[in-house]
Structures are given as C-alpha cells and as structure tokens.
C-alpha cells in the first residue's frame, strides 16, 4: 500500500507532529520556567533586603560618629563652665563688672550644653530606631534566604521533570521518523519548516483543524477524493481519511 494511502502512516507522521510541537513546547518552558522566574525575584528581594542592611549599617556608623561628637562637644563644655564657675566662686572675681561677664559666660556656656544634650539625645534615640531596624533586616534576610532555599529545590524539581520530559521525546522522534515512510517523512519535514506544529492537519467536518477554516463544499468533496490533499487555506498536508484510534490505556 501507497504511504499515502496507509492510515497508520498517515496517523503515524500526525502523532510525530504531536510529539514534536510538546517537545517544542518543553524546550520553551524550561527556558521560561516560572519556578525559575519566582527563584528569580527571590534572589533580587535578597539583593534589595541586602542593600537597605547597607545603608542603615552606614547610616548608624554617621549616627554614632555624630553622636560621639556631641559627647566630645559636652565635655569641654563642662570642663569650661566648671573652670568658669571655679573662678567665679574662688575669689577670683573682684568686681561686679567681672561676676556679671562670668555669669553671662556661665549661662551661656549652660545653654549650649542643653543644645548639645538635646542633639545627644535626639541621635541616641535615632541609634534606637537604626538597631530595630537592622534587627528587623537580619529577619527578612533569613527569612528570604530559606524562601531562596526553597525556590530553588522546587525549581530544580520542575527542571528535572521538564528535562526527563525531554529526554525521553528525544528518544522517542527518532524511533517514530524510523517508522515513516521516506516520502512522507521528507513531505513533512518540507511542510514542518514552513508551519511548525500546523504541517498536518485533517479534515473533520468540512474544516482543517491545522487552521480551523472550513473548506468550500465542492472542494472539501475534491479532497475526499485522495488520502492526503493540500489544504487550500494554510497549505498543510490534509488527511482526509479515518485513521485508526489509539489503543486503549491499561
């Protein structure tokens, strides 16, 4: 019998179809892999927790740099205004134009050194806020961590099974183009490069399911005619005759 007119070869070259356009499909899911797309957008979180670590550990050194010139700033203050008040109360002083210049420089010496303090406190309370913060960083970052962990054991999961998928159609085209007729085979593979997963198609109920258009009825009558006929619409190689089903499973 013609290859052409075998409809276990002609169902044989639609089943190859088949194969080939899953493999195709696999192909691009693993390049696209949404397991890998959230592993991705895992490790970037990481990046961006990381990164805030960063400015607030750099913020806390400029913090307590800040804070540590206040404490210097405080303490020749009172060293000044415990030589001032010294002077004032050790006799040194002794006119009343003097005591009221070493008041004035007392007090003044006094509100700088509540300026001082409140500037302290105010970088003192800032270190507070910075340390929670951190604490709160070194949470998200373990945390995210063991989300990366994770990720990437279900994204190596998805991988293996997507790969074993492919390796065994990889195995298995070769055995399936082995059992084509050579004819048919190269008309397939000359339709394949030009309209992959759409080179075969059949006629059901007037239309080609390669593009689901319905043939004219007078030409839908003239491709009955042969096993095999070009579609008119998408050019795909048109089965027209029944072809065996598929055995049963279990």
Known sequence: ??????????KAVLDLQTVETELRRL???LADLEEQKRLD???AEIDVIRRTGDGLRLEMSEVEAATRKEER???????????ERDRLYSGAVTNSRENQAAQAEIKAVEERIDLHET???ELLEREDALEAALAANDTALTDQQASVEHLTGVRDQAASRIIADIAEHEVDIPKRRGELD??????????AKKRPGRAVGQLISGSCTACSIALPVAEANRAKRTPLYDCPNCGAMLITIPLPKDAPSG
């Open 1 to 10: 019998m013609d290859a052409i007119s075998d409809p276990e070869q002609l």
């Open 27 to 29: 192909t691009r899911e």
């Open 41 to 43: 957008a895992a490790i």
């Open 73 to 83: 700033e405080i303490k020749v203050l009172r060293a000044r205004l415990d030589a």
């Open 119 to 121: 500037a302290e406190l």
């Open 182 to 191: 050579a004819g048919l085979l190269a008309s397939y593979d000359a339709a």
